[in-house]
């Protein structure tokens, strides 16, 4: 399996919380910084947040400032995405993925994309 496998979405009210979890595999997950992305209905899938390997610096999509939170365990080789007040324009299905760094995260040109998770929040 090279693949991520996310988990965690489901349906939750406006205002609500969800924590997302996504494993990848060791030889990735050790020597990447992870990032979690977005595609809501009819959009094209856009960087929500990033974490650097040793989980000393992350960054975030100007829309989740202040509200997602990323973090990660490296001795369980899983990355998180916890997500609070949440509102409609945060619905999607949720993906994780590894990259060298950041800005390549970012970018998002990557491969091997899991299945992602399903987040939707009710008005």
């Known amino acids: 399996q090279v693949r991520p496998v996310d988990s965690g979405g489901g349906l939750v009210q406006t205002g609500g919380s969800l924590r997302l979890s996504c494993t990848a595999p060791r030889f990735i997950f050790e020597i990447s910084a992870m990032g979690w992305f977005r595609q809501g209905p009819e959009k094209e899938r856009a960087f929500v947040a990033g974490i650097r390997r040793n989980g000393g610096t992350k960054e975030y999509a100007d829309s989740v400032k202040g509200r997602f939170s990323i973090s990660r365990d490296n001795s369980q080789y899983t990355v998180y995405l916890q997500m609070d007040n949440l509102t409609p324009e945060d619905a999607g299905v949720y993906f994780c993925?590894?990259?060298?760094?950041?800005?390549?995260?970012?970018?998002?040109?990557?491969?091997?994309w899991g299945e992602g998770t399903l987040v939707t929040v009710s008005s």
């Open positions: 993925n590894a990259a060298p760094d950041i800005a390549t995260l970012r970018r998002g040109v990557l491969s091997n």
